[in-house]
């Protein structure tokens, strides 16, 4: 029982007491008394909600609960998502950038940027681009050549391949490259 607004007294319909320092008329409270939850809420309004964030509050959303995590790792959720493929061959390799290319939640990636031109000024570096062109390991390549058959089998409308100089990729089976650029 408490006492509203109007000096009228209430039940919360449940056996919770409410304390002097809990206000009863700001508290929002579900039909049964008990106070909502965001993790109650079904899959259609949760992913509607997810919608609306940014990418990085949509990855932490995954650390919540598995509810979050199931319906933050819904693909049609990270389909425009800006995937740092420089950033991450840079600093963890071609197997990373493979890696999460693969992973579930960008099987409706519609936009990749691979233009990885990765010289830096005034230095040399062991990469000329994304597969080191010149200077590159045949299992850079190979690599490299894993990532663009994955890209051929994304729904992709927009592919950067600029800096990588595919000529010098030795292509023995082409047709995944015809698949990758007729869907784009």
Known sequence: MYTNSKGKERSLGMN??????ENPSTRVYNWNGSVPNLADFPSEVLQ???SFLPFSDLFTSNL??????DNASDPVLWKKFPIPAMEISQKDGLDRLLHVLKLPRFSKLELL??????????KKNRF?????????SPDEKRKFLEILEVASELPLTWLNLS????????????DFLCRLILNI
């Open 16 to 21: 919770k007491k409410i304390t002097e320092s």
């Open 48 to 50: 509607k909600i997810f």
């Open 64 to 69: 919540v609960c598995c509810k979050f995590r």
């Open 113 to 122: 940027d691979l233009n990885l031109n990765l010289k830096k000024k005034g």
């Open 128 to 136: 000329s681009t994304i597969v080191g062109v010149v200077q590159s």
């Open 163 to 174: 800096y990588n100089d595919l000529p010098s990729v030795h292509v023995s089976n082409p």
